[in-house]
């Protein structure tokens, strides 16, 4: 199994450029996070998915969409990047609770840096 | 406010002496759920120990434990004997709501630094 992925591993975006980040998990887990890290902080919570078809806003929201329209992929666009949007994602993924909570799983991030 | 508070921002400690990681939470909801992750210098996330509300036992993992006192709202984890590879950031996370739909809320790490 190869767990969480995400492509890509790096990016370069100029200031007003596109970009989709993807997130495939093969535990078919329900639900799928994504979370941004900044240096000196933990992980915030960008927008999350709790099945097929559904997503939600997290902490910090604005400036992202996404969209998951298989179970086994999450994505997240950058429709306009700014320089504040510099930063290492995170995509994870964890069983559904049915009142119990699980450990999420994490990919091995992206590293977007705006100029 | 703040929900998950890591008072320790660096740690140097000696090889093989246990180490104790502070963590206080905040929270009003009676279920809920506490998580430590290890980022290594690498950057990848590791689930390292989860401690339910509910439990009445401490949790265990091997080296690790987690010190839970619910009435003061801490969770410190525990490394017994560290070892060289111990070496990384350590984040405190919690989920309180929507039985884990909600997704984690991090504290801000600690670095530490295992030194032989």
């Known amino acids: 199994n190869a767990g969480v992925t995400q492509t890509p591993k790096f990016r370069v975006l100029k200031t007003g450029q596109s970009m989709t980040l993807l997130c495939a998990q093969d535990m078919n887990h329900e639900y799928m996070y994504w979370y941004r890290q900044d240096p000196g902080m933990g992980l915030r919570l960008i927008h999350y998915?709790?099945?097929?078809?559904?997503?939600a806003k997290g902490e910090v929201p604005d400036g992202y969409n996404v969209s998951r329209l298989k179970k086994q992929n999450f994505l997240l666009g950058l429709e306009s990047a700014a320089p504040s949007q510099t930063s290492v994602y995170f995509c994870?993924?964890?069983?559904?609770?049915?009142?119990?909570?699980?450990?999420?799983?994490f990919g091995p991030g992206t590293r977007l840096t705006v100029t | 406010a703040q929900k998950i508070t890591q008072t320790q921002p660096g740690m140097f400690v000696q090889e093989k002496e246990a180490v104790t990681l502070d963590c206080t939470y905040d929270?009003?909801?009676?279920?809920?759920?506490l998580f430590w992750y290890k980022q290594p210098s690498s950057g990848e996330m590791i689930f390292l120990i989860y401690?339910?509300?509910?439990?009445?036992q401490n949790a265990t993992e091997g080296r690790y434990s987690l010190n839970f006192q619910k009435a003061r709202k801490s969770a410190n984890l525990v490394i017994s004997a560290s070892q060289l590879g111990d070496s990384a950031m350590y984040f405190c996370?919690?989920?309180?709501?929507?039985?884990?739909?909600?997704?984690?809320?991090f504290g801000k790490g600690t670095h530490l630094i295992i030194q032989p």
């Open positions: 401690q339910g509300s509910y439990d009445e």
């Open positions: 996370a919690m989920v309180d709501s929507g039985g884990g739909a909600d997704g984690l809320t």
């Open positions: 994870a993924s964890s069983y559904s609770s049915g009142g119990a909570y699980y450990e999420q799983y």
């Open positions: 929270t009003s909801d009676q279920s809920y759920g």
């Open positions: 998915s709790v099945g097929e078809g559904t997503t």
